[in-house]
């Protein structure tokens, strides 16, 4: 089945407190992508990957790591955590960018720092 | 400032209605446009993308696309209970730019 997985799916953290959320996508897709989605505000893209070793800012990144080691990868990393990253994370991935008829989005992390 | 504009809702419709849903975008070089349905702690399904002017049928769901008024829209025909659902608009520039802008979304409620 074609899916993007993230774990956790729910996390509660102190700040400062370092943490990864993955991501992983089963369809051999080049685009992967991070937004966050806050009450107000709608999603807003985090990071981007167009391929391995290949990642660019999106629109919020002040605050967040990304890696693309491998083409199904992709992590969030939060080097120090602060209250106001407390958010519903999700993970996308698509063949080619986000243009496409085929963008699939994971299950959401929630995630609450205290 | 790239922005797309949503009426945050409630839209309230009764099943077997029409249910009309509007986004405005500011960027005149959006060439991408998307609807996307979100059910309450669900993640964004895509339901709908359009590329040019006119509209776009897809079963009970059609888009329209006005470029010159920067206006998209989404009808819902014979709206159903589970139509009820937030909906996001999302726009793209062509030529590499990988960063879509979202709406706020519209929230819809079909009720018996």
């Known amino acids: 089945e074609a899916q993007v997985t993230q774990n956790p799916r729910y996390l509660i953290t102190v700040t400062g407190k370092k943490l990864t959320v993955t991501c992983s996508q089963n369809?051999?897709?080049?685009?992967m992508s991070w937004y966050r989605q806050d009450p107000g505000l709608g999603l807003r893209q985090i990071y981007y990957?167009?391929?391995?070793?290949?990642?660019d800012k999106g629109d919020v990144p002040e605050g967040y790591k990304v890696s693309r080691k491998e083409k199904r990868n992709f992590p969030l990393i939060l080097e120090s955590p602060s209250p106001n990253q407390t958010s519903l994370y999700f993970c996308?991935?698509?063949?080619?960018?986000?243009?496409?008829?085929?963008?699939?989005f994971g299950p959401g992390t929630r995630l609450t720092v205290l | 400032q790239k922005e797309v504009e949503q009426n945050s809702g409630p839209l309230s419709v009764p099943e077997g209605a029409i249910a009309s849903l509007n986004c405005t975008y500011s960027d005149r070089v959006s060439q991408s446009f998307f609807w996307y349905r979100q059910y309450s702690g669900k993640s964004p399904e895509l339901i709908m993308s359009?590329?040019?002017?006119g509209d776009k049928e897809d079963g009970r769901f059609t888009a329209q696309l006005n470029k010159a008024s920067q206006y998209v829209s989404l009808l819902i025909r014979d709206s159903q209970p589970s139509d009820s659902a937030t909906y996001l608009c999302a726009v793209s520039a062509s030529g590499g730019s990988y960063i879509p802008t979202f709406g706020r979304g519209t929230s819809l409620i079909v009720h018996p």
């Open positions: 996308a991935s698509s063949p080619d960018g986000p243009s496409t008829d085929t963008q699939y």
């Open positions: 359009i590329y040019s002017n």
């Open positions: 369809m051999n897709h080049e685009y």
């Open positions: 990957s167009m391929n391995v070793e290949v990642t």
